[in-house]
């Protein structure tokens, strides 16, 4: 399969405990974008690379939410202190990068359980 | 990205056509109408786009009003693996626009055998 894969798919945590999620994209796909989804709501968007540059943040990621993408392959997104509104489905996506409005490709995501 | 409006929930019965509609009279006329859809339990994924003439794919087919501020996905025959919530996105096509998805609530659709 060489979809948008997410590791892990689900992650219970205790409050003010630091997770880390892992996002493989498409290979050769420049962009990559992260949402994050609460139930009954469509996906947020958090923030976006192109490559290895991290080009837009949403007003959503707060000073505890930090995401990398070295070397423009794999993105991580990590979250610090945890608090339970963290609780969501975290989704990562990719893009090929030939236009501004082109199809995203959305992993399974990983479900992200505070208590 | 301009705002849409879609029903919160339709129904179906199987093997038969499905009109979703969707509202955009804010429309610009560098934005394109993208369709996508969430099973449940899963990332959303692409449907079909358009910008002013009806489009046709293997999925779906997409009718775009002549004034472009409303469409309609049509799902010719729905089956069951059809139900999920269908997001109606509006995305800037001129290359000033954000590489965002912005999703709003979607049409939660349900199909009964």
């Known amino acids: 399969d060489t979809g948008v894969s997410q590791n892990p798919r689900h992650k219970i945590t205790k409050r003010g405990q630091n997770v880390t999620f892992r996002c493989d994209p498409i290979?050769?796909?420049?962009?990559l974008y992260w949402y994050r989804q609460t139930l009954g709501q469509g996906p947020e968007f958090l923030t976006y690379?192109?490559?290895?540059?991290?080009?837009?943040k949403s007003r959503l990621l707060s000073d505890r939410f930090s995401a990398e993408r070295p070397k423009g392959s794999f993105s991580t997104l990590e979250i610090q202190r945890t608090e339970q509104g963290d609780s969501a489905m975290y989704l990562c996506?990719?893009?090929?990068?030939?236009?501004?409005?082109?199809?995203?490709?959305f992993g399974p995501g990983t479900r992200l359980t505070v208590l | 990205d301009a705002k849409t409006t879609q029903p919160n929930s339709m129904e179906s019965n199987e093997e038969e056509p499905v009109h979703l509609p969707c509202n955009h009279s804010?429309?610009?006329?560098?934005?394109?109408i993208h369709w996508y859809r969430q099973l449940p339990s899963q990332g959303p994924e692409y449907v079909i786009h358009?910008?002013?003439s009806n489009v046709n794919n293997r999925m779906a087919s997409l009718a775009i009003a002549e004034d472009r501020k409303s469409s309609t996905l049509i799902l010719h025959r729905a089956t069951l693996r059809d139900a999920a919530v269908y997001y109606c996105?509006?995305?800037?096509?001129?290359?000033?626009?954000?590489?965002?998805?912005?999703f709003g609530k979607g049409t939660k659709l349900s199909v009964i055998p």
């Open positions: 290979s050769e796909h420049n962009r």
């Open positions: 996506a990719s893009s090929p990068g030939t236009f501004t409005s082109d199809t995203q490709y």
């Open positions: 804010t429309i610009s006329g560098t934005d394109y």
């Open positions: 996105i509006l995305r800037d096509g001129s290359g000033a626009g954000s590489y965002q998805l912005t």
């Open positions: 690379f192109q490559n290895e540059a991290q080009l837009e």
């Open positions: 358009g910008l002013t």
